[in-house]
């Protein structure tokens, strides 16, 4: 099993930053890729950024240029940092880790953007 725990949610005015933070435990040897997903209210959970065990990065197209995400292997972390946030990239935010018989999702993180 595979346990992730999600960490730097919070409330930031526009144009401000956050860093998001997965912490994995349990069977990481098994894990292939990583990544985050979002879910606003009244919305589906949709796809922010994935990395891979090797570090390639892959980012929605709404994200690219804004958001980073990024690994500590030696922390079996991932990060994902937001910058120029917007009011419509508020949602909980989830982190995914992807094994080969299949993925374990962290509880979400709330991220508020508003002035």
């Known amino acids: 099993q595979v346990q992730l725990v999600e960490s730097g949610g919070g409330s930031v005015q526009p144009g401000g930053s956050l860093r998001l933070s997965c912490a994995a435990s349990?069977?990481?040897?098994?894990?292939?890729?990583m990544g985050w997903y979002r879910q606003a209210p009244g919305k589906q959970r949709e796809l922010v950024a994935t990395?891979?065990?090797?570090?390639?990065?892959s980012y929605a197209d709404s994200e690219k240029g804004r958001f980073t995400i990024s690994r500590d292997n030696a922390k079996n972390t991932v990060y994902l940092q937001m910058n120029s946030l917007k009011p419509e990239d508020t949602a909980v935010y989830y982190c995914?880790?992807?094994?080969?018989?299949?993925?374990?999702w962290g509880q979400g993180t709330q991220v508020t953007v508003s002035s």
């Open positions: 349990g069977s990481i040897f098994s894990i292939w890729r």
């Open positions: 995914k880790a992807d094994f080969l018989t299949g993925g374990a």
């Open positions: 990395i891979t065990t090797g570090g390639s990065p």
